[in-house]
């Protein structure tokens, strides 16, 4: 069974596959707009991998949702596929001589760049949707260099063996079978000159691995909807858990409680938001900002971890409008940092660009399907902005200082 042709159907399936990886991650990277740094992003040297960010656009608002969800369920999804494409060319590592000329050496550095790469990344991906910070240091720095070292590997990879992966399935349409079964002499072998009696046949070992694939799919999936699908998303954290009923009853990520949030600071006597710009700071209590002009705008939220919300119906202040407090025409409005209440931890705040300052939809929410935000989702106050990643809609907003970052 194990031989080129089970070799280079799989592969197939992950040259499509890892691309769409690597291309919504990279997207997802540009989506935080990490050169707003150090804030959102603290990715030391960058430098030239920073080549292609763009201020990530507000439409469509369910960009990110649909980027991330891709990211997160394609990348489970193969996860059978790329272990059995792994185990098809095990004996490849043991091939002798190991080294035969100094092209043969150079593919197999690249080898180890790509089998270290790609586990690393599927790795650090699955610890990190399962919440399990195990790892040292922070996630983003990890995943991303991760990324591109193995992105390198896999381009010198496909463009080494492609040609031997078309070769054979254009045999097998053909109906030859693959060269080594036509007993042309392969370059590296993959079948074993004595194999012992197959116990599954190709197309059973193709429905093992395609089968898990659907397995793990099915019960994915469900984190990026509301309603009974989440359920089915046995497999997320976020995914099964019961986020409640009513108005806030949609999915929560930190709860204030875990953030150290209380009830003594977030109450109408104590909080106030403080909005700062060229003209000065303003003091406003949640009273007040009532009783400025007030938007509605149906927004998702959808967190880098791949699970998302339908849209919710959020109703507060214009982040422009806010600009417009402290010097700022509602149409030039700059950059923003917004600072929340939290002491401790990740995420205490993050910065918005002017594209999504100036955008009408983009509120600092004072409510949510028309009751005030529960405190899990951010009372007295948070941000909501169109297709951005979960992270920067920062909740129990404190400060708000305006300006070009
Ligand atoms: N202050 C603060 N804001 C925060 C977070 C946080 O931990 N602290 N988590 C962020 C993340 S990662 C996500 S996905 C969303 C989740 O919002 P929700 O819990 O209302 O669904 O809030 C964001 N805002
Ligand atoms: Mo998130």
Sequence with gaps: MRGPWFTSVLGVVLLGGITVLFVTGLLSYAAYNPDLSPV?????????????????????????????????????????????????????????????????????????????????????????????YVFPGSFYPLHFYGAWVFFAAFVVHVVLRAPAAVRNLRRMREGKGPQEEAGVEPEFPLVSPRPMEPTVSRRGALWLVGGGSLLLFATTAGQSFDGPLRRTALLAPHGAGDPGSGPGGFQINKTAAYRGITGRETSEEVWRLVVTGPTGSVRLSRAELLGLPLHSSALPIACVEGWSTSDQWWRGVRLRDLAALVGYEADAAPDVMVESLQRRGAFRKAALRANQVRDPRSLLALDVNGEPLTPDHGYPARVIAPAVPGVLNTKWVARMTFGDL
């Design 40 to 132: 959102n992003d603290k990715t030391p040297d960058k430098g030239l991998l920073g080549f292609y960010l763009f201020a990530w656009p507000t439409d469509p608002p369910w960009l990110y949702r649909l980027n991330q969800g891709v990211h997160v369920t394609l990348g489970i999804t193969l996860i059978p596929v790329l272990l059995a494409k792994l185990w098809s060319v095990v004996p490849k590592l043991f091939a002798l001589p190991p080294v035969r000329s100094l092209a043969h050496a150079l593919e197999r550095i690249s080898l180890l760049l790509l089998v270290g790469g790609v586990l690393f990344e599927f790795v650090t991906g699955v610890l990190n949707i399962q919440l399990d």
